[in-house]
């Protein structure tokens, strides 16, 4: 079962550089975003290390014959090389200090799939019209939500939503969170940095998908239309996965929304 993908990264309407990286390689089942941050374009070069580190790391292995246990251990040891390299270009290159990135990657394994991420980036499934988050944010505002001390709402809007509790690049001992999920057909696999996700609540995104019919370009236009027209606060990268031969299978996928949406209302972050 092949996907149907798509990638897109845009610098938002209030920054002027663009810090996301992104990978997109369909024909090895290979998908990642990156979120980049720290002064003088650091940020820029610590989301590209992360990326080209996963590239290099992954890109040239034959994933589509592993069981899901061996990519896992895979991904997180390319993790684990993107934190090492960006963590010798600081010691290399002084004014690199404090540089970071958060990543989120996907390796898709026929029927199953697996999930990596550090950070804030993050994956997200669409199945029987609901959106249901597949990461949990390595963040402080996502911290005080598990403790009680926040409610979803209050986080996502929250002015220290930014701050982030892992990252590639700040200390050598990376902790990496993996996880196996199932693909059926007509899934639709969302990947995305933070700039979504602020801009958006989880069931605006979900109403663009449908609205683009799971299609991964036009999906990946919208969201990032819909994000700059809330305001376009930060950068803004997609990635949209779909399973299913046909649009018809995607659209079985997305058809159920209006019900679900209707009587449970806008769902906040
Ligand atoms: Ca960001």
């Known amino acids: 079962m092949r996907a149907r993908a798509f990638g897109l990264t845009d610098v938002g309407r209030r920054r002027e550089n663009n810090q996301d990286s992104l990978l997109v390689r369909p024909e090895l089942g290979l998908y990642a975003v990156a979120d980049g941050m720290g002064g003088h374009a650091a940020g820029e070069v610590a989301s590209r290390i992360a990326i080209d580190s996963l ?93 009680g001390l926040l409610t979803d709402d209050e986080a996502h809007r929250h002015p220290m939503r930014n701050i982030v509790t892992r990252a590639l690049g700040n200390r050598n001992d990376l902790s990496v969170e993996i996880r196996e999920a199932d693909v059926r057909p007509g899934d639709v696999f969302l990947l995305c940095s933070d700039g979504l996700n602020t801009m958006l609540t989880d069931s605006e995104i979900l109403r663009t998908l449908a609205e683009s019919d799971g299609d991964p370009e036009h999906s990946c236009r919208r969201l990032i239309e819909h994000a700059n027209s809330k305001g376009g606060e930060d950068n803004i990268t997609v990635i949209v996965c779909a399973w299913g031969a046909t649009p018809k299978d995607r659209r079985a996928s997305l058809s159920t929304l209006p019900n679900i949406l209707k009587p449970s209302g806008d769902q906040a972050n």
Do not use: K
Not at 57 to 82: K, N, Y
Not at 100 to 121: F, K, Q, Y
Not at 125 to 136: C, F, H, I, Y
């Open 55 to 147: 590239n290099d790391t992954l890109g040239s292995q034959g994933l589509a014959t592993i069981d899901p246990g061996e990519a896992a251990l895979r991904l997180e040891d390319a993790f684990r090389e993107g934190n090492r390299r960006i963590c010798d270009s600081v010691v290399a290159r002084g004014e690199w200090r404090g540089m970071g990135t958060t990543i989120v990657a996907l390796v898709a394994l026929g029927d199953r799939a697996i999930i990596g991420h550090v950070g804030d980036s993050r994956a997200y499934r669409v199945r029987g019209g609901q959106l249901e988050r597949m990461t949990s944010d390595h963040s402080w505002v996502s911290e005080q939500v598990r403790l």
